[in-house]
């Protein structure tokens, strides 16, 4: 599954528990598969990235095998097999995540004796 955050980054989010190698292939990476994603314990495999706005094509390769993303935005069918879509909106960050990013700030930064 793919998550866009309030803070617009991407979470790719795929279950393979057997898999010893997941990546992320897409338009985006003019489908290398160079963005390894890092397994997150129980079989679940996790990557979180940042695209600019735009639509893309992509799909999960689990140990050289290709996986669509049924709960992306779409899927579409290629010579291939299926292709996931992802559509990253424009971001705009709201006068509240401004706030808490301001507030987060002015922590104090606890300092070791």
């Known amino acids: 599954m793919v998550n866009i955050r309030e803070d617009g980054r991407i979470e790719f989010k795929f279950y393979r528990p057997n898999a010893s190698d997941v990546r992320v292939a897409g338009d985006f990476d003019k489908w290398a598969g160079r963005t390894a994603m890092r397994s997150a314990g129980r ?17 999960y390769r689990a140990d050289g095998q290709k996986y669509a993303d049924y709960a992306a935005f779409g899927v579409e069918a290629t010579v291939d097999g299926w292709n996931s879509v992802l559509i990253v909106p424009e971001f705009e960050a709201t006068a509240m995540q401004i706030e808490d990013q301001t507030e987060q700030s002015l922590e104090p930064v606890r300092i070791a004796a």
Request: hydrophobic content about 40%; some cysteine.
């Open 43 to 59: 079989g679940w495999w996790i990557l979180d990235a940042e695209l600019p706005p735009g639509e893309y094509r992509f799909c």
